[in-house]
């Protein structure tokens, strides 16, 4: 875990769960004690707005939000408008418009001042001059995004950008902004309806001019709840790092409270779901699996998948580790998308700290027929029910980089190549899945091709496995796993599989579901 320098108000999270703080956090505290402005400030707004009724921000006039994407993307704010030219981080504000309709307030914090970021129209590139007379003055800002030198010392690659509601991209070296990582997830997959609570906003603590880390906080505001949060934001290597505090103050209970949630986008492309009609690209995604780390030390690895109704998927988390939405698809071969460039967006790895006790992951997927949406939300959830009384303070790190983020030892899954099959013996339609798990990397490397590697298949009862076989494939340090699975019933086949050696466990275990009639493999709604 990097080393990440704390201001003040980051000890409040200590203070807030009671804890004694070590002699060096004390230090630390008073060392920084000068600077203007910290966590404790907007935990002190999050919970003066917390006792009152919530208020939606005004949202800008319909002209403006209703513009589309592309006129949006050419609103630029110039460079000689942008604070810290002088600094390593480059900060670009951006206006509000198109579906960003809320502005946020944004602050520049030194050690002796705040001070507001005012939005002048002028220091702005319009689509056109007619377009420019109907900006109102007062405007406003969206969000930002922050630039870094990551991939070499003169490049300028955008590493971060807060734009509308609790939402944050990042991207590492050589990325394109792909999945997003959020503040919180209220009510997720649940009938009565997702709540979206937003930023409405952040304090940009000025660094000095050689450091690699930055610090923003941000408020947070929404119909159950508000919120502070500070992000200490660091280049590493190709990586992105953030560290994430945060306290929660809940106006009203809340049946589903996600916390370190991240969503992205799943069409098709793997687990036997194949191009729709029309669709000329073999695969399209966002993020391939979502990866974890128990509390018990177990990597395990669900594939997703394009549902044909909404499903939600619990997995036991009592003290998890770490969990993330993983693109481990980086050739442009496997989506021959020269725009969007499906193999260049980053996986996010969380590696959680404080308030990750007893509970689960959630993850939601939901019907898509088109790329234009996130359909796979994951998050955790306590056991601890929502208490309006008492605060909900956590701490985090989410990095973001490419599909060796997470730091896992053991060969991982590269793709799942799933079809059906007849059983043998009859001649029937199709009435089981073939299923082929190419392995690679981790202790897979150097291993012999005459190693007795063998496979370990839980199916929960849910299929028959009439056939398995492990074999060295021509690459070094892959191997294929083959299974023939028959469903036994009506309920969907439950398959966890993984390579051993001996009672050595060599590969994350993989995860998945299949329709209990493989005639339904593949269908996209």
Known sequence: MPAFFSRPASILWWVLRGVALPMGLLLAANTASAWSFGLSDVVA??????????????????????????????????????????????????????????????????????APIEFNKNQFDWPSAAFAQMVPANLGFAGFT?????????????????????????????QVPGAHARAVAIDTGLPQGEQFPAFTKFWLVRPEPGDRQMTIYGLLDGQSLTGAYQFDVRAEDRRV???????????????????????????????????????????????????????EGNWVFR?????????????????????????????????????????????????????FGKG???????????????????????????DPSHPVSFAYTVTAGNREVADEPLARVQRPLIGVSRVPGEDKSPRAYRVNLDFSGGKLNGLANTEPVIANIDTQQTAKVLEQAVVPLPDSGHWRLSMLLQPTGRADVTVRASLMLGKKSLSETWDYRLPSDPSRLGQIK
């Open 360 to 386: 689960k992951l959630v993850l939601v997927q939901i019907p898509t027929n088109s790329d234009a949406h996130e359909n796979q939300i994951v998050f955790f959830q306590s056991d601890d029910p929502v």
């Open 303 to 355: 594939s997703l998948r394009n549902p044909t109704e909404l499903r939600t998927d619990e997995f036991p988390a009592d003290g998890i580790r770490g969990f993330g939405l993983m693109q481990r698809q980086n050739q442009f071969c496997r989506f021959e998308d020269v725009i969007n460039r499906y193999d260049r967006r980053p996986s996010l790895w969380v590696s959680t700290e404080a308030g």
């Open 146 to 174: 922050v630039r870094y030198p990551l991939s070499s010392q003169d490049a300028e690659d955008q590493i971060l950008t807060f734009l509308g509601g609790a939402q944050w991209q990042m991207t590492g070296a050589g």
């Open 241 to 295: 790092v953030m560290h994430v505090t945060a306290t929660l103050f809940p106006r009203k209970g809340i049946d589903r409270l996600g916390l370190a949630p991240m969503s992205s986008m799943y069409f098709y492309g793997q687990g036997g779901q194949q191009p729709p009609v029309g669709q000329w690209r073999p695969a399209v995604f966002e993020s391939d699996g979502l990866l974890m780390f128990t509390g």
């Open 45 to 114: 707004q999050a919970k003066q707005l917390a006792s009152q009724s919530y208020e939606p921000p005004p949202r800008i006039p319909d002209a403006l939000s209703q513009i589309d994407e592309e006129t949006y993307n050419r609103i630029d704010l110039r460079r000689r408008a942008e604070p810290w030219a002088d600094l390593r981080f480059a900060v670009k504000p951006l206006s509000a418009g198109y579906v960003y309709d809320r502005p946020v307030q944004l602050y520049l914090v030194t050690q002796t001042a705040v």
